[in-house]
């Protein structure tokens, strides 16, 4: 059994509607992105990949031993990966997330799993394109942008571990496992 797996953050339902409601403004039918669906917004930690059983039951135990407190998200401006083909909305890499992040790491390499060698950049993706023209697409949307949003705080009280589900229409992802925040004692 093989599941493709990867650790995230859920994003609170303000900002979800915030989110929602700027990517309503910038999307039209014909403007070769691939908008992705407001529930599989998500921060992600780390991407794991393909895990059979073994693998995922030693990152659960693994995952299971972080203690950290819980924390408030910000999001910042949206940009572009460009290369990538991807639109986004940032999200400020504060000392509590980074340090989420390299603990999620620490845990599930301790499970085989290998690092990412690229710094952690913080985001959401909200379109990716879809051929030669999305490149065009990208550039439009930042000059649609008038002002850079303002998003709600949220706190943060808890990491995911989530199955993603490859579909016609995209992945669909489903939470595996809930890991809890908490100050230590």
């Not at 093989?2 to 339902?13: D, K, T, Y």
């Not at 819980?70 to 990538?84: N, Q």
Request: proline share 8%; with cysteine; glycine share 6%.
């Amino acid at each position: 059994m093989s599941m493709r797996l990867f650790v995230g953050i859920a994003l609170a339902p303000a900002v979800i509607d915030e989110l929602s409601r700027m990517t309503a403004k910038l999307r039209h039918a014909d403007d070769g992105l691939r908008w992705s669906a407001p529930e599989s917004w998500h921060i992600t930690l780390q991407f794991l990949g393909a895990s059979d059983r073994n693998a995922y039951e030693c990152v659960i135990a693994r995952l299971g031993e972080i203690h950290l407190p819980p924390f408030t998200v910000r999001l910042d401006a949206p940009g572009v990966f460009e290369r990538a083909g991807v639109f986004f909305v940032g999200v400020h890499p504060s000392p509590e997330l980074t340090a989420l992040e390299r603990h999620v790491v620490a845990a599930t390499t301790l499970c085989g799993f290998t690092p990412e060698t690229r710094p952690y950049h913080p985001h959401i993706t909200l379109a990716r394109t879809k051929g030669r023209s999305g490149n065009n697409a990208l550039r439009g949307l930042k000059t649609r942008l008038s002002s850079a949003p303002r998003f709600t705080p949220s706190s943060v009280d808890e990491f995911l571990l989530y199955e993603s589900k490859p579909t016609a229409t995209g992945s669909v992802y489903e939470v595996r496992e809930r890991f809890r925040l908490s100050s230590p004692t």
